[in-house]
Every structure is written in structure tokens, then in C-alpha cells.
């Protein structure tokens, strides 16, 4: 069962990938256009540079977010703990 399951996110993950390799190849995304931002005006590069860049960003703004929910969630589960030895401790008393 182990092994179909690693089949199965092998063919989605490689159908995936084949999809944007497919559409980023088609000539629409690679004309040249530069964005607006607020006043700035960005180089022409290619339109899938911001694809690329806009799922750069929300991989590393994702990572920073659950990186900081492990940390909170990790020290939440270690005072649950403490307070667990604590409670043991004073029913070994008792």
C-alpha cells in the first residue's frame, strides 16, 4: 500500500510538472512585459519570470509561516508536558 501511495504523488507531482514545462513553452508567456507596481515600473522580462517568482515567494512566505507554527505548537506541547510530569509526580505522592 506504502508503495502505491508513493506512485500515486510520483504521477501527480510528475503530471504536474508537465503541465507548467506545457504552458510555459507556449509562446504567450514568453513576450516580454514589465508589471506596475504602485509607481515603480519593472525591466521587460519574460511573463513566466513572475510566475516563477510569485511561487518562489508564497513557497518562502509558506515555509516562514509553518516554520513559526512548529516553534509555537513545539514549546506549547513542551509545557504540556512539564505540566504532565508535575501532575505524575503528585499522584506518586499521593
Known amino acids: 500500500m506504502a508503495v502505491f501511495k508513493w506512485l500515486v504523488l510520483f504521477l501527480c507531482a ?3 510538472a508537465f ?9 504567450p508567456f514568453k ?11 519593472t525591466a521587460s522580462i519574460p511573463l513566466y519570470w513572475y510566475v516563477i ?4 515567494v508564497g513557497l ?13 505548537f513545539k ?6 508536558n512539564k505540566i ?3 501532575l505524575e509526580a503528585n499522584m506518586a505522592e499521593m
Open 14 to 16: 510528475f503530471c504536474m
Open 19 to 27: 503541465v507548467v514545462v506545457v504552458t510555459f513553452s507556449q509562446a
Open 31 to 41: 513576450e516580454p512585459v514589465s508589471a506596475v507596481i504602485f509607481t515603480y515600473k
Open 53 to 56: 517568482g510569485a511561487l518562489g
Open 60 to 72: 518562502i512566505v509558506g515555509l516562514i509561516v509553518a516554520l513559526y507554527y512548529f516553534i509555537v
Open 75 to 80: 514549546q506549547d506541547v513542551h509545557k504540556k
Open 84 to 86: 504532565i510530569r508535575e
